[in-house]
T-cell receptor, first 112, second 116 residues
Framework: ELKVEQNPLFLSMQEGKNYTIYCNYSTTSDRLYWYRQDPGKSLESLFVLLSNGAVKQEGRLMASLDTKARLSTLHITAAVHDLSATYFCAVDVRGGADGLTFGKGTHLIIQP | DTGVSQDPRHKITKRGQNVTFRCDPISEHNRLYWYRQTLGQGPEFLTYFQNEAQLEKSRLLSDRFSAERPKGSFSTLEIQRTEQGDSAMYLC??????????????FGPGTRLTVL
């Protein structure tokens, strides 16, 4: 059974600081996704990582994938309050035939 | 581009009643997924369709859950004899899956179900 673990599950940080969220998964996969969810809202796609060594950046967020270590990271640079949200990583191992398997999410609070 | 839409957005029902939710995927997306999300958890995969064919349904939570996509466009998810434990957000997602290449899933706003 595929397991996806995120850490930390809760993170409170100050504006301007840097931090990294980690996503470990238990089965070989070369497809990993990061989503953002605001309270009471649906999921917004942030990054799609499709190969080992993939790195993508959008604004203050950067995601990377190491398929050999079965690890993805989401790095936040110089955090701002607007980035407060819950961030999920999700893994696909059968080309979508099992849907996406999500981690429990990292609830991020960025304080002024 | 209107994105994935779901209806209703909120549903309150009494235990034992049947409920049906609708999902309209992004136009021309041939794959459609249903997920359930409970408070504090990530979405949990339930079932998916490729066009009108339901290719995976073993993950539906019980035989009270069923889904259809009769014409390969919109889909419905039905829960019969609802229980309080069915209270959750039900999310729909679609993806183009063109030429065998699978792409990211785009999620709708969800239907929040409360069973009293």
């Amino acid at each position: 059974e595929l397991k996806v673990e995120q850490n930390p599950l809760f993170l409170s940080m100050q504006e301007g600081k840097n931090y990294t969220i980690y996503c470990n998964y238990s089965t070989t996969s070369d497809r990993l996704y990061w989503y953002r969810q605001d309270p009471g809202k649906s999921l917004e796609s942030l990054f799609v990582l499709l190969s080992n060594g993939a790195v993508k950046q959008e604004g203050r967020l950067m995601a990377s994938l190491d398929t050999k270590a079965r690890l993805s990271t989401l790095h936040i640079t110089a955090a701002v309050h607007d980035l407060s949200a819950t961030y999920f990583c999700a893994v696909d191992v059968r080309g979508g035939a099992d849907g996406l398997t999500f981690g429990k999410g990292t609830h991020l609070i960025i304080q002024p | 581009d209107t994105g994935v839409s779901q209806d209703p957005r909120h549903k309150i029902t009494k235990r034992g009643q049947n409920v049906t939710f609708r999902c309209d995927p992004i136009s021309e997306h041939n794959r459609l997924y249903w997920y359930r999300q409970t408070l504090g958890q990530g979405p949990e995969f339930l079932t998916y369709f490729q066009n009108e064919a339901q290719l995976e349904k073993s993950r539906l939570l019980s035989d009270r859950f069923s889904a259809e996509r009769p014409k390969g466009s919109f889909s419905t998810l039905e829960i019969q004899r609802t229980e309080q434990g069915d209270s959750a957000m039900y999310l729909c997602a679609s993806t183009p899956a063109v030429g065998g290449e699978y792409n990211e899933q785009f999620f709708g706003p969800g239907t929040r179900l409360t069973v009293l």
